[in-house]
Structure formats: C-alpha cells, structure tokens
C-alpha cells in the first residue's frame, strides 16, 4: 500500500498546483474585453473553479508524520465532482474555446436557450397550478424549434450532430466527437464511463460494497479509484485553465505565462 500511497501524494500535489494557478486567474478575470462567447467560457471557468475547490476539501490526506488520521476515502463523491469537471471543460470547450465562425456560434447559442427554456418549462409545469407562467414557453419553445431549424448553418453540421441540435441537446457533438478532436479527450468515453459507475448508486458502485471498499476508510481498492479519479480531474482542471489563459492570450496569457506553463504538461501526462 505504501507505493499507491505515496502515489497519491504526488497526484494530490499535483492538484493543488494546478487548482492555485486556476484560483489566480480565475480572481484576476475582471476587466476584460470579450465577446457572449468569452463572457460564457469565464463563467463556466469560474464554476470550474469552485468545483475545484469543493474536490480539494474532500480529498484526504496522508501525513506519515503525524500518523494515520480519521480520513474519509470517499471515492464516490470524489468521482461524482471529478465528472463534473470533465464534463465542465466539454462545455467551457464548446461554448467558449473552439475557434469556430459566427455563424456556427449564434446557432450554439440559439440551442443554449432553446434547451434552457425547455427545462424551465418542464421546472414550472410542475410548479404552476393555474398554467399562467407557461403560456409564453409554450408560444416561444415551437418559434425557438423553428429557428434552429431554420438556421443557416444547420445544414453544414453532420447528419448526427443535426438531429441533436434540432433536438435541443445543447451540445451536440458527441463523446466521440470530442475524442476525434482533443488530445486532452482521447479516453474520454472510457473515463466517463469509469466515473459514472462510481457515482451512481446501482450497479456496480454498491455491488462493490463489502466490509472494506465502499465504506470510506482507506483501502488500496478506493484508493486506486480515488487516483483515478484525481488524475482525470486535474487533467481537465489543467485543461480548463491553460484553455482560458490562451484564449485571452493578450491579458491573461501574457500576464500569467509563467504559471500556465508550469502546468501545461499535465494536460495529457498520465491521461
């Protein structure tokens, strides 16, 4: 058990360089020129980050000095937050990294509030006894629909991507997509997947359940979860927050060069 734990060591290390770089631009991010499409990407940026620090204070540590501590080895929630942050950098991607024409972004915008508005709907029509609040959802979620349809660059997306985006799937590039375009993506199905049966209660995360896995105390069987999961999420952390810095090249980048090329490499090491 010693190797896998001073193995975590220098992985929690690691992530802690890489979440101090991202806290200091992310508290340095005012004050910058951008367009819907950057404004967005800094958003979703700044949840990145405060998903990192949530990942920090439930990470446990090991501290051979002072002995072992009352940790908790909780790798399903560690793997629940390190999924959301794979799936945080796909968004900051599509939404605002990809260098893509106006075009295609006014149509991923129009899909932003189409999928936005169809989930408020279903939200309120829970909630609203009389239907007052869902009269102009259920004019303006047809006219949304059409424009999308209707849009010019529909037509240019593949037949796949089409029937997402028409279905308001706001984003509709698919996993494989992503693995076809991102080196920072290229296991990205079977990362997902892996964090995924982790999170969830059923199947495999309870059916691992015995008197030592599943219970929060440390054991080699979490802890190799527990890595794995920290090494996808400080690769999508990593990823995040050299992504925004090269965005914003003029400010940001030229600003913060230092520390983004001090974690740079650890977008696809390990991955």
Not at 221 to 249: K, P, Q
Request: some cysteine; proline content about 2%; overall charge neutral.
């Amino acid at each position: 058990m010693k190797e896998i734990e001073e193995y975590y060591i220098k992985e929690r290390e690691i992530f802690n360089k890489v979440l101090n770089v991202t806290l200091e631009i992310s508290l340095n991010q005012h004050g910058i020129n951008t367009d819907g499409r950057g404004v967005r990407g800094m958003k979703i940026f700044t949840r990145q980050t405060t998903t990192g620090i949530s990942l920090s204070k439930l990470l446990p540590q090991i501290n051979y000095q002072f002995g072992e501590d009352d940790e908790l080895w909780d790798v399903c929630s560690i793997a629940s937050l390190s999924r959301n942050m794979l799936e945080g950098y796909l968004s900051l991607h599509f939404f605002g990294l990809e260098n893509i024409t106006p075009e295609e972004a006014e149509l991923r915008f129009f899909i932003l509030q189409y999928h936005r508005n169809i989930e408020w709907y279903n939200i309120r029509k829970n909630e609203d006894t009389d239907g007052s609040q869902l009269v102009d959802f259920e004019e303006g979620l047809p006219k949304e629909k059409e424009r999308i349809k209707k849009h010019t660059f529909i037509s240019k997306l593949p037949e796949t991507q089409r029937k997402r985006a028409i279905k308001g799937i706001e984003i509709y590039k698919t996993k494989s997509d992503f693995e076809n375009e991102l080196t920072v993506c290229k296991d990205l199905r079977k990362n997902y997947r892996l964090l995924s049966n982790l999170v969830h209660p059923l199947p495999l995360s309870v059916e691992r359940i015995d008197n030592e896995r599943g219970r929060g105390v440390k054991n080699i069987y979490d802890m190799n979860y527990i890595l794995l999961s920290l090494i996808i999420a400080r690769t999508f952390l990593a990823a995040s927050t050299v992504g925004i810095a090269d965005l914003f090249s003029e400010t940001l980048g030229k600003k913060y060069k230092n520390e983004i090329d001090s974690i740079r490499g650890y977008i696809n090491e390990n991955n």
